[in-house]
């Protein structure tokens, strides 16, 4: 992996189709507008006189069934409230099973409010597993100064360990957070967040590229390879070089 577009890459590669079931044409129309990538076609599908919400099915690109899951769990993604890691469990919203479902999708027009939600559910992963190393990149110096209470309490929580990236100068110290700051172009267009798992073999990743302000490209995924990669190649390349 030469950079982090090279992962973004690897993902496009993996035609899909999103075939969305739907009574209610809004709910096909904002899919589309979300996850409608050169690497995935939706395709709304009419469920006249049937009951809302109707459901998805996403295909390979050959057409072979993958999974298939209810709309109305599209909604803790597209409306979502943001909870801290901590705090997931006393809540009735459950992200697993959508972040499972749509595992390597790329989506295109992701918002911040909604980025946050996909970072609190790899948050909470390593919340929950206590070890390992969670990287997580957050472009601006402003964006890190937003979430400095969170990352200190994840930095302190049980043997997990916390290392931070942004292209800025950073100059305030953090309790138990890695702070590295360069001046990597890369680093000021990609919001991640990358769980290397820890000793349970709990990895996960979101990446995404901010091609408008406030406009996210990207995917997450489990792929213990794909997330070895991601953490050799931050850790080679703004760690260690």
């Not at 995935?40 to 993958?66: C, E, H, I, W, Y």
């Not at 409230?81 to 790329?106: K, M, S």
């Not at 290397?196 to 995917?219: I, N, T, V, W």
Request: hydrophobic content about 40%; some cysteine; glycine content about 6%.
């Amino acid at each position: 992996m030469n950079g982090l577009h090279d992962a973004l890459d690897s993902v496009r590669t993996r035609q899909k189709e999103l075939e969305v079931y739907a009574s209610d044409s809004e709910i096909a129309v904002e899919l589309k507008q979300q996850f409608a990538t050169r690497h995935v076609d939706v395709v709304s599908r009419s469920l006249a006189g049937q009951k809302p919400p109707g459901f998805a099915v996403l295909r390979t690109g050959n057409g072979d069934f993958l999974a298939a899951l209810g709309l109305d769990r599209f909604e803790a993604l597209i409306s979502p409230d943001v909870l801290p890691p901590w705090e997931a469990e006393t809540t009735d919203t459950d992200l697993t099973e959508l972040f499972d479902f749509l595992e390597n999708t790329l989506f295109s027009s992701y918002d911040r409010q909604q980025m946050l939600a996909a970072a609190r559910e790899i948050e909470e992963r390593a919340w929950r597993t206590g070890t390992g190393t969670l990287y997580t990149g957050f472009q601006t110096e402003a964006a890190l100064s937003a979430q400095t209470d969170v990352y200190e309490r994840l930095g302190s929580h049980h043997d997990l360990s916390v290392v931070v990236f942004l292209r800025e100068d950073w100059d305030t110290p953090l309790e138990n957070v890695t702070v590295v700051s360069n001046v990597a172009m890369e680093l000021g267009v990609f919001w991640f967040v990358i769980f290397d798992g820890g000793s349970d073999g709990q990895q996960c990743a979101l990446l995404a590229e901010e091609r408008e302000p406030g406009s996210f490209y990207g995917f997450w995924t489990y792929e213990r390879d794909l997330v070895d990669e991601l953490v050799a190649y931050l850790e080679s390349t703004y760690r260690h070089p």
